[in-house]
Nanobody, 124 residues
Framework: QVRLVESGGGLVQAGDSLRLSCAAS????????MAWFRQAPGKERTFVAA????????LVTDSLKGRFTISRDNAKNMVYLQMNNLRPEDTATYYC?????????????????WGQGTQVTVSS
């Protein structure tokens, strides 16, 4: 059973920073790549960033490069999303996903396992 638990969301002002965390079991962390997606009310779930299982390779969607960074802590079985200079349009529920994803990382359907999400609200 794969269990992912996100934390770190909250209400912040534009320009602030947040770091989201996703905790996974050791077996999940060793087996799967990890990703962050976000979903605003009434909109589809969209790709934010991913970190591969077996390499140090990371991927951040172009529109968020320079502000968002994904990282893995293999010793703690954690994946993080550092979000800087937040904007009101970053408001969404942020989800951690995992899976054996080698292609189509941008497609949420490629990721079989999800956490419950953590809410990020950015006020102007």
């Amino acid at each position: 059973q794969v269990r992912l638990v996100e934390s770190g969301g909250g209400l912040v002002q534009a320009g602030d920073s947040l770091r989201l965390s996703c905790a996974a079991s050791r077996s999940t962390f060793e087996r799967y790549s990890m990703a962050w997606f976000r979903q605003a009310p009434g909109k589809e779930r969209t790709f934010v960033a991913a970190a591969s299982r077996s390499t140090d390779r990371t991927l951040v969607t172009d529109s968020l490069k320079g502000r968002f960074t994904i990282s893995r802590d293999n010793a703690k079985n954690m994946v993080y999303l550092q979000m800087n200079n937040l904007r009101p349009e970053d408001t969404a529920t942020y989800y951690c996903g995992s899976g054996s994803v080698t292609a189509n990382a941008y497609n949420p359907r490629a990721w079989p396992y999800w956490g419950q999400g953590t809410q990020v609200t950015v006020s102007s």
